[in-house]
């Protein structure tokens, strides 16, 4: 089931954007509707960086159902080049390729696809940047 917020959440899962607070400048990623430091309502939309590193990460051995073809796979909390840190999957690559300091860019891929609705679901991952 797709739900209401994946809809809402749509620009920003394929553009990656962030809401820039126009009084502080801290950057929300999701966006928000009030800015967590100085409450304004008043934000600016950015792009994130594509680039950052993983800040810690846990490898997936019994997946959700519709992601069992991926299993096992690496869920990593990146920070991106501007310091907004974000939940990804890794992407194409074996759990013993990602480390804490790994260098990531996102990417967009799909996610899975709906049982029910037959609808693809894309949405961003990490990929390791070779060295
Ligand atoms: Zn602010």
């Given amino acids: ?27 929300h990623f999701p ?27 846990t490898t997936i051995w019994i997946p959700p159902a519709q992601f069992e073809s991926m299993k096992p796979y690496v869920v990593a909390i ?17 759990p013993d390729e990602v480390k804490i300091g790994t260098e990531v860019e996102i990417i967009f891929r799909r996610m899975q696809t709906d049982p029910v609705w037959e609808v693809l679901q894309y949405g961003y991952k990490a990929r390791v940047i070779p060295t």
Avoid: W
Wanted: net charge positive; hydrophobic share 30%; with cysteine.
């Fill in 78 to 94: 990146v920070e991106l080049e501007n310091g907004v840190r974000l939940t990804a999957m890794v992407a194409e690559a074996p």
């Fill in 1 to 27: 089931m797709i739900s209401p917020r994946y809809h809402r959440e749509k620009p920003q899962r394929y553009r990656l954007e962030a809401g820039k607070c126009d009084a502080c400048g801290e950057v």
């Fill in 31 to 57: 966006p928000r509707k009030v800015c967590r430091k100085c409450f304004t309502e008043d934000f600016t939309t950015v792009n994130l960086p594509r680039r950052g590193k993983v800040v810690t990460y």
